[in-house]
């Protein structure tokens, strides 16, 4: 799902974001096989009870104006109706700071 999240986020107007591997838990019991695979740094921490899965955390910070535009774009990249589809938090950002440019707000969001 990576690479269609990337095309449809440029796709979309947001070319800037972070993601990361992470490890976390929901329901399932998960593929230990694959996870171990995942990250060689995270292995150490992957145990065979609880499990925890391997998967891809993106951050994506937007002005409020284009939120819902972009809660709708992952929602309809990612969904598939399976377990794992991932969640979205929406998060109040109390400012930030573009340091090359000294460009603050949204300003620094483009």
Same mark, same amino acid.
């Given at each position: 799902?990576?690479?269609?999240?990337?095309?449809?986020?440029?796709?979309?107007?947001?070319p800037s974001f972070s993601a990361m591997?992470?490890?976390?838990?929901g329901s399932g019991s998960g593929d230990?096989? %694959?996870?171990?695979?995942?990250?060689?740094?995270?292995?150490?921490?992957?145990?065979?009870?609880?499990?925890? %899965?391997?998967?891809?955390?993106?951050?994506?910070?937007?002005?409020?104006?284009?939120?819902?535009?972009?809660v709708d774009m992952l929602l309809k990249?990612?969904?598939?109706?399976?377990?794992?589809?991932?969640?979205?938090?929406?998060?109040?950002?109390?400012?930030?700071?573009?340091?090359?440019?000294?460009?603050?707000?949204?300003?620094?969001?483009?």
């Amino acid at each position: 799902m990576m690479p269609e999240t990337k095309r449809s986020l440029e796709d979309a107007g947001f070319p800037s974001f972070s993601a990361m591997p992470v490890l976390g838990r929901g329901s399932g019991s998960g593929d230990l096989e %694959k996870a171990k695979n995942f990250d060689p740094v995270l292995r150490e921490y992957i145990s065979e009870v609880p499990r925890l %899965k391997s998967k891809r955390m993106i951050t994506l910070v937007v002005s409020d104006e284009k939120k819902d535009m972009a809660v709708d774009m992952l929602l309809k990249v990612n969904s598939t109706g399976n377990s794992g589809d991932g969640k979205i938090f929406v998060v109040d950002v109390s400012g930030s700071y573009q340091i090359r440019t000294g460009a603050t707000g949204d300003a620094t969001l483009d």
